[in-house]
């Protein structure tokens, strides 16, 4: 294929100067409205701001005095992002109402029991029902142990899949974790503490389908030891963990069917502006092998308000076609050949994150070079793709 380096150029530049103009002059007024300390020292009472009232509409019932329900609230969110790809395979761009949500939490019983149910839409809100995300219930005994029944995320990968996807910082996670087809399913899970000790275990079905699926695809079983770390190292946060999921795969299966065995260990330390998370993936049986990592280093530019955001993927699998380009948005590029494979990816991600009302409101924008090598078939990929987009949730 013949390529266009002008045009590329153009088109990239183009896409950088949007997505920066979305943020940059927004800096100017960072530091309006922030509270000061009394000169006196003493504890005074903070109006609630316009924001915090209207977000406190989706609480529709709270009483503690109630030993039957203390809280029910609406849950929600919408992810949208604007994408412009630029690549040696070819050019793409659009929009895509990537995350839309709607569901509830309610607790009950002294707060033992919680009960949340969210469904979701598709890109452009057609269908407008596409299945439950989370549907579960779950036992809370005391602070130090639950027992969660129903459809919910399976215990792997720490931050780069189990954090919500809310306070994600990046816009799309990494290739190394999608590559492993790791997804909700319907299980039952035991979590607990001891200590700076934290432990998982689960069971979750192979099959699913847009709510609950039918249990008839074989099982994968899970687990995972966690260590806090911030006493030691004197950190704000430093968590260890890792975690272990073996699948019974059949042919039926719908989930977990990729690898047999899925690994994964996550470092996650941040103390005052900055943090680093190092992740680290390796799946095997069933396909050919892959062994990934990511680094993902934040620092607050200004605290709480602009924050910059970089990230480096690092990929390798067990033959010519063991890894595969991001469906969004590098498998969109329209002359890319052999389905996108390779056998050794890397990425580079610099964005920003402006923070409007916290991680409720948002706006990101950000820039990724990925690069895929060994195709057997000439699948290799090589790009750029810019990216803008709004987040909130409530």
């Given at each position: 294929m013949s390529t266009h380096p002008q045009r590329r150029t153009s088109s990239f530049l183009r896409a950088g100067a949007i997505s920066a103009s979305l943020l940059l002059p927004l800096t100017s007024g960072l530091?309006?409205?922030?509270?000061?300390?009394?000169?006196?020292?003493?504890?005074?009472?903070?109006?609630?701001?316009a924001l915090d009232q209207l977000w406190g509409l989706a609480t529709l019932y709270k009483d503690e005095g109630n030993p039957f329900l203390q809280e029910f609230k609406?849950?929600?969110?919408?992810?949208?992002?604007?994408?412009?790809?630029?690549?040696?395979?070819?050019?793409?761009?659009?929009w895509e109402d990537r995350r839309s949500r709607f569901g509830f939490d309610?607790?009950?019983?002294?707060?033992?029991?919680?009960?949340?149910?969210?469904?979701?839409s598709s890109d452009g809100f057609d269908p407008f029902y596409n299945g439950l995300v989370d549907a579960f219930l779950k036992w809370k005994p005391s602070e130090d142990f639950s027992l969660t029944l129903g459809r919910q995320k399976v215990q792997i990968g720490?931050?780069?899949f189990l954090q919500p996807s809310t306070h994600y910082s990046t816009f799309e996670r990494s290739q190394i974790f999608n590559q492993l087809r790791v997804d909700r399913a319907s299980g039952i899970v035991g979590e607990g503490k001891l200590g700076s000790l934290t432990y998982q275990a689960g069971v979750?079905?192979?099959?699913?389908?847009?709510?609950?699926?039918?249990?008839?695809?074989g099982l994968a079983y899970g687990a995972g030891v966690g260590y806090?770390?911030?006493h030691a190292l004197n950190l704000e946060k430093a968590d260890l963990r890792f975690d272990y999921l073996h699948s019974d795969i059949q042919e039926q299966s719908t989930v977990l069917n990729r690898y047999e065995h899925v690994f994964s260990s996550t470092l996650w330390l941040k103390e005052g502006r900055w943090s680093l998370v190092t992740e680290a993936y390796a799946g095997s049986g069933h396909s050919p092998d892959v062994?990934?990592?990511i680094v993902q280093p934040t620092y607050d530019l200004v605290l709480k308000k602009l924050q910059l955001v970089a990230r480096y993927t690092f990929s390798t699998g067990n033959g010519p076609d063991s890894l595969t380009a991001q469906t969004r948005y590098e498998r969109e590029?329209?002359?890319l050949t052999g389905s996108g494979k390779g056998d050794r990816y890397q990425a580079g991600y610099l964005g920003l994150q402006y923070f409007i009302y916290g991680e409720k409101l948002k706006l990101l924008a950000g820039v990724e070079y990925a690069d895929l090598r060994g195709g057997g078939n000439g699948g290799d990929y090589d790009g750029f793709t810019a990216l803008t987009g709004i987040r909130f949730y409530f």
């Open positions: 530091q309006a409205g922030a509270p000061s300390s009394a000169a006196d020292g003493a504890t005074r009472f903070v109006e609630p701001s609406l849950r929600g969110r919408y992810h949208g992002q604007y994408h412009w790809l630029d690549s040696e395979q070819g050019n793409d761009e659009g309610a607790r009950l019983f002294d707060k033992k029991i919680e009960l949340r149910a969210d469904f979701q720490a931050f780069d979750y079905s192979n099959d699913i389908d847009l709510e609950f699926g039918q249990f008839g695809a806090d770390l911030k062994l990934g990592f590029a329209p002359d």
